[in-house]
């Protein structure tokens, strides 16, 4: 549990500080499962780990590769001593043999289940190729493991910003259609857009407000 004296206001939180903590495919290998974190997930080819270096500032925090899949560990980085923020391994990428992709189901499966510190998911799509079949399961996942989630559009330089805006409405639009409350939110890693927006939302969730 985080004390009062640790917890910082909104727009406070170390992001700047943020270092490798340890990665690990099983269980008993993860961090202490104590304080908050929150966990990005994503395909393999939307730029999460360039997302996760502009949102917190640290150029060589997430590697970044040429090669989609490349990582299939789960990567935990630490702000401070009950914060931290995950980087899922990426999903989707078809030249991952099936084994794999069965590994990864039941990784991050039962990560999102069991993690009482996790305390929100920043999904990561393509805005171009927004809920795919693999995204709406790791929405479902959320969704049945009762963790707030926030959908971040990345790469909307590539669109004309009235296609970009028409792109998150529709995704708000698909996601909300049942109900639901997620947000959507606007990114581009190269432009350093939509940055502030996710920071709120993990200082919300990192600091229990």
Known sequence: MISSTQTRKPGHLPY????????????ARFPSDQGREVAFAGRSNVGKSSAINTITGVRALARTSKTPGRTQQINFFQLDEERRLVDLPGYGYAKVPESIRQAWGTMVGNYLHKRRSLQGVVLLMDIRRPLTTLDRQLVDWCRAAELPLLAVLTKCDKLSRARARTARRETLSELNESGHEEEVTLFSATQREGIEE????????????
């Open 198 to 209: 996710v920071r709120q939302h993990l200082d919300h969730w990192l600091s229990g407000e």
């Open 16 to 27: 700047r500080q943020a270092k490798f903590l340890c990665g690990a495919t099983q269980h």
